[in-house]
């Protein structure tokens, strides 16, 4: 802008210049033309004076050569003149000097020469005899005039053009100053310039309204990361072009990757087929879902494209882990298969047991013996089913039954008491120990926790063996603590013994449903207790319940 103020006024000054100097030139041309008239014509008064009283000896008289002086007749013929011989010379009576003079009694003209860049001036007096006197002189020109005054000339232009020069930079620079002393930032309400005042105010307007919308954008921005960054789901937003726009930590943490560069493609996120195909069919306008398989977990993937002016200007993808749900899943089904399973060989037992009975194919003294059958494996598949319905209970909450202040070393004698003809057919000696501890639950809970836990040590114990249970009161808590000399537990195993159906080793089962450690653990997990497990195979196994600490 200063360059532009600056040529702008540069230009202006030196067209007034110029004009200036052509208009003056021009006045003072067409003044010195009329003071040169008016000498002419008090030059040829004076001669014509002189002729009237000397007649032609006044002209022959030495007359002066500054300029030239015709006589012309009353017809038009030169009688006499100072530059020319008259004899030579044509009849003037068609000069327009002339013939003005003859007529008015005075005439005057100006004739310009191209060839000399000269302009005479003639001016013509009627005498008393009707003779004409003419007297001439020469003028230059215009531009011979700026011609012979080209030196002077040129050296006050360019002082001129030195002085306009230097007045406009300095009037560019003050006229600019001002404005560029406004704070665009914060501008004022004080101006040097008042054909400023609609730009501050709209740049005044115009900065609020941003700082509102900056505003907004941030607190949006923040409230955004701040859900995305509370997500348990990974969250990516990309483009056309696979470039990651957002992400949030969990997508990072779920897919084990590190934050992607500025512009970078989310594929560098993960090379699996699965996550390729998610973003690829994304990116083609049609919705996916992957599941992505690990070693540590399961993550499903989906992905949405996202409409821009009816075309598909990105994606998003959602990030779950469903490494639980997954195990769930895998769990439900094994435990359908398990319960299949155990529910159809006592049902097969006692189908094939009745059919023989009810063929006839018995004899009457082995009636009692299938029927004993018939009962065992009824037995059996009660157990089974109450202990399902015990899980059941379990995983929807526990029972309704009030919590309350329990005796663990009343509730392991009630036990011990429960299982002594168990103990006594598989001559195995059970012994409690310790002495009194209190935990808060569930007392049929805690009992049936003990009841599993002295069942498994009787059932996977040798003739002859002992199962001792041990009842402390710690700092940590009640503890109640069941160990055997029975067969143990592989360090392999020790890990799934409290999964549903699972048994160490079938050819020891004692036929029970394979569901106590499950209840055990199930029930602890209720009560807020842990179990806790150290077994070696052939020297038996040792299983601790520690309860909380009751509080005040």
């Not at 030196?151 to 006050?156: F, K, S, T, W």
């Not at 307007?205 to 949006?220: A, G, P, V």
């Not at 501890?437 to 040590?457: F, M, S």
């Amino acid at each position: 802008m200063t360059k532009r103020i600056f040529r702008a006024t540069l230009t202006v000054a030196l067209t007034v210049l110029l004009a200036s100097l052509v208009l003056i030139v021009g006045v003072l041309h067409g003044y010195f033309q009329d003071r040169v008239l008016e000498e002419l014509a008090s030059r040829t008064s004076y001669i014509a004076l002189g002729i009237e009283h000397e007649g032609m000896a006044y002209l022959e008289d030495g007359f002066p050569n500054d300029c030239r002086v015709t006589w012309v007749a009353a017809d038009g013929a030169v009688l006499w003149d100072n530059r020319e011989d008259p004899a030579k010379m044509e009849n003037h009576a068609d000069r327009s000097e002339v013939h003005e003079a003859l007529v008015l009694g005075r005439g005057h003209a100006a004739r310009y020469s191209d060839t000399l860049s000269q302009k005479t001036l003639y001016y013509a007096l009627r005498l008393s005899d009707g003779s004409v006197l003419r007297v001439s002189d020469t003028q230059y020109s215009v531009w011979m005039l700026v011609l012979q005054a080209l030196q002077p000339v040129a050296l006050v232009m360019v002082l001129a053009f030195c002085l306009a020069l230097w007045l406009a930079g300095r009037l560019a620079r003050q006229l600019v100053e001002p404005i560029n002393a406004v704070d665009l930032n914060d501008p004022g309400d004080e101006i040097d310039y008042e054909e400023l005042a609609p730009l501050v105010g709209k740049l005044r307007s115009q900065k609020r309204q941003i700082s509102r919308q900056m505003e907004d954008l941030r607190r949006q921005r923040e409230e955004f990361a701040a859900i995305t960054g509370n997500m348990s789901e990974g969250l990516l937003v990309i483009d056309r072009d696979t470039r990651v726009l957002s992400y949030n930590a969990a997508a990072l943490r779920l897919l084990n990757a590190q934050a992607p560069a500025e512009g970078e493609s989310v594929l560098t996120l993960n090379r699996e087929p699965g996550f390729r195909r998610c973003v690829e069919e994304a990116l083609a306008g049609r919705r996916r879902e992957e599941l992505l398989e690990r070693e540590d977990g399961c993550r499903r993937l989906f992905a949405s494209p996202v409409e821009l002016d009816g075309q598909t200007g990105g994606a998003v993808i959602i990030v779950l882990d469903v490494t639980e749900q997954e195990q769930r899943e895998a769990l439900r089904r094994e435990f359908t298969a398990n319960v299949s399973h155990e529910l159809k060989t006592p049902l097969t037992a006692i189908l094939g047991t009745a059919e023989i009975l009810e063929n006839g194919m018995v004899k009457a003294g082995d009636i009692p013996h299938f029927a004993g059958n018939i009962h065992r494996e009824a037995q059996r598949l009660i157990g089974l089913v109450n202990d399902i319905i015990k899980l059941s209970r379990l995983d929807e909450g526990g029972p309704t039954a009030q919590w309350e202040t329990v005796d663990l070393h009343d509730a392991a004698e009630e036990v011990l008491r429960q299982l002594a003809p168990a103990a006594e057919n598989k001559q195995v000696t059970m012994t409690l120990e310790g002495g009194p501890a209190c935990a808060r639950g569930v007392p049929q809970i805690v009992e049936e926790l003990i009841y599993n836990l002295c069942d498994n040590a009787i059932a996977y114990n040798r003739p002859g063996g002992s199962v001792t249970v041990t009842v402390a009161d710690t700092p940590e808590g009640g503890r109640v603590t069941v160990r055997d000399t029975g067969i143990g537990i592989p360090p392999e195993a020790q890990t799934r013994v409290f999964e549903r159906f699972y048994r160490v080793d079938k050819s020891h089962s004692s036929g029970g449903t394979g569901l106590g450690l499950s209840i055990v653990k199930h029930g602890a997990a209720y009560l807020g207790a842990r179990v806790e497990l150290e077994s070696e195979p052939g020297k038996g196994s040792t299983f601790t319940l520690v309860f909380p600490k009751i509080t005040e």
